[in-house]
């Protein structure tokens, strides 16, 4: 009878001011309307999903404004909060701009309140709220990238400065969402332990996927963020690491295109500046693997000055490294690229102004080999950056203490430049070398001269005896000849 009369009485039905519930499953999921069980345990009764501030489900509902924050009492701000980032989950089609016009400055203004409450809250954000506003960047910013609308080949006129700049077509919604997550990840009210759960591996690899982006500004705003991501969750350096070794390598051996290598190496370049010392193993082979190999693409001048960084720091860390690294810049170095050559020397002294005498010794001999070559480079740029190495005294240095080896090495390439060389700024760069070998060891000069004459001598002794053999032989041929007239033969 109890059951009966119980069974007769009205069901409560839900309230109208809980609006709807969106997919919170995870911070990549869309489409459930459930609760993960989980965080349904974890909530329990006092779920700030109920909110009484409803919002839309998708851009063809109505789509109005939430209150300010500054309007409602300090309590209610959280539920507040959870409610504008589920508004700011839609999200709108930038490639027509007479659409949703409304609706697109309705979210904007949103993410404006959002950036300014996380940069202002003094109270802890709950775990909730942590897995919404990870969602909410998801939706906006993890997005398939555009087919690249040029590549990345370089000429030696180019300038980074004369290309038109890409724009992207979101880009006045996704900046304040980079803008919201940066100070999100910077907090100090963000628990780094809890949050990692949803700033998690999977979340940091399309992060990294989002440098191929076009667009320069979004790069910049991804570099900083990583970054953050990088200091603050340490669980996470391992597989960043590795995550962006494997961008370097698909881009040394596939493609060579890649629109954020100059903005990860900015990364890296912070990161090594860190690594403990005695080096890891790890590290030493991120190096050979890695940024050595960097130097083979022909579009290195658009990230040569932050390779270079990278390069340098791991010489002040090891000195040990700085033959692995010399060897491996003569392994890469160009043959008919005069641009790239330029920024090969550039780096090659930056990189001796870090090498100790022992490590020097270990490769000066195919160094010099190859700057002898740089010498004598029909390219005046060439030529005069391998003759401004000798304006830089820990070089000087250097080659002071093993002059013995490589005046030799390089003597004929200053004696050929002087005789000559077309460039008169080249030529003035060589006497003045010349000068300084004369000042370090005379006796050493005045040998190599010797010898270098004595080679000369000799060349243009078989070169006169190569020319009697062709007369010989063009003579015996036109007498044996039946055929009347003058054979021309062509000499070798």
């Given at each position: 009878m109890i059951k009966q009369i119980l069974g007769r009485l009205p069901r409560s039905k839900p309230s109208k001011s809980e609006g709807p519930i969106h997919d919170v499953g995870g911070a990549f999921g869309v489409g459930n309307p459930t609760t993960s069980p989980v965080m349904q345990t974890r909530l329990g009764a006092k779920d700030v999903r109920l909110t009484p501030f409803p919002v839309a489900g998708s851009a063809n509902e109505s789509y109005e404004p939430l209150p300010l924050f500054r309007d409602v009492p300090?309590?209610?701000?959280?539920?507040?909060?959870?409610?504008?980032?589920d508004l700011c989950c839609v999200v709108f089609d930038f490639k027509d701009n007479t659409k949703n016009v409304k609706e697109k400055e309705i979210k904007r203004q949103t993410l404006l309140e959002l950036v300014d409450y996380v940069g202002t809250c003094t109270t802890k954000f709950s775990e909730f709220a942590?897995?919404?506003?990870?969602?909410?960047?998801?939706?906006n910013a993890f997005r398939p990238l555009p087919p690249p609308s040029r590549q990345n080949t370089v000429l030696e006129s180019f300038d980074a400065e004369d290309e038109e700049p890409?724009?992207?077509?979101?880009?006045?919604?996704?900046?304040?969402?980079?803008?919201?997550?940066?100070?999100?990840?910077?907090?100090?009210?963000?628990?780094?332990?809890?949050?990692?759960?949803?700033?998690?591996?999977?979340?940091?690899?399309?992060?990294?996927d989002l440098f191929d982006s076009e667009d320069q500004r979004e790069r910049e705003y991804l570099k900083t963020i990583l970054h953050r991501i990088y200091g603050k969750y340490m669980v996470h350096r391992p597989s960043i690491r590795r995550a962006i070794n494997n961008v370097f390598y698909c881009f040394i051996f596939e493609t060579e295109r890649h629109n954020g290598i100059a903005e990860l190496l900015d990364i890296l370049g912070s990161i090594i500046n860190g690594f403990a010392l005695p080096l890891k193993e790890e590290h030493k082979l991120f190096l050979v693997r890695a940024l050595i190999?960097?130097?083979?693409?022909?579009?290195?001048?658009?990230?040569?000055?932050?390779?270079?960084?990278?390069?340098?720091?791991?010489?002040?860390?090891?000195?040990?490294?700085?033959?692995?690294?010399?060897?491996?810049?003569?392994?890469?170095?160009?043959?008919?690229?005069?641009?790239?050559?330029?920024?090969?020397?550039?780096?090659?002294e930056e990189v001796l102004e870090a090498t100790q005498p022992a490590e020097f010794q270990r490769c000066m001999v195919p160094l010099f080999r190859q700057i002898g070559q740089s010498l004598n480079s029909s390219h005046f740029q060439v030529a005069e950056r391998a003759l401004f190495l000798w304006n830089n005294d820990h070089v000087v240095n250097l080659v002071?203490?093993?002059?013995?080896i490589i005046l030799p090495l390089i003597f004929?390439?200053?004696?050929?430049?002087?005789?000559?060389?077309?460039?008169?700024?080249?030529?003035?760069?060589?006497l003045n070398v010349k000068k300084?070998?004369?000042?370090?060891?005379?006796?050493?000069?005045?040998?190599?001269?010797?010898?270098f004459e004595e080679d000369e001598a000799k060349k243009e002794t078989a070169q006169e005896r190569r020319e009697s053999v062709w007369q010989q032989l063009e003579t015996l041929a036109l007498s044996k000849s039946k055929v009347p007239g003058n054979i021309l033969l062509l000499k070798k």
């Open positions: 300090s309590s209610e701000r959280p539920k507040l909060f959870i409610s504008k980032l942590m897995e919404q506003l990870t969602r909410m960047v998801a939706l890409v724009i992207e077509p979101s880009w006045l919604h996704l900046q304040v969402v980079y803008e919201l997550l940066l100070r999100f990840v910077m907090s100090p009210e963000v628990d780094a332990k809890i949050c990692k759960r949803y700033i998690n591996h999977s979340f940091v690899l399309k992060l990294i190999p960097l130097h083979k693409p022909k579009c290195v001048p658009m990230y040569h000055r932050q390779l270079t960084y990278c390069i340098t720091q791991f010489v002040e860390k090891d000195f040990k490294l700085a033959d692995t690294i010399i060897r491996g810049l003569l392994r890469y170095w160009p043959i008919t690229n005069s641009h790239k050559e330029v920024l090969f020397l550039t780096e090659l002071a203490q093993n002059r013995a004929p390439s200053l004696e050929k430049n002087t005789r000559k060389h077309w460039n008169q700024a080249v030529h003035s760069l060589t300084m070998f004369m000042e370090m060891d005379q006796e050493l000069f005045l040998e190599c001269s010797r010898r």
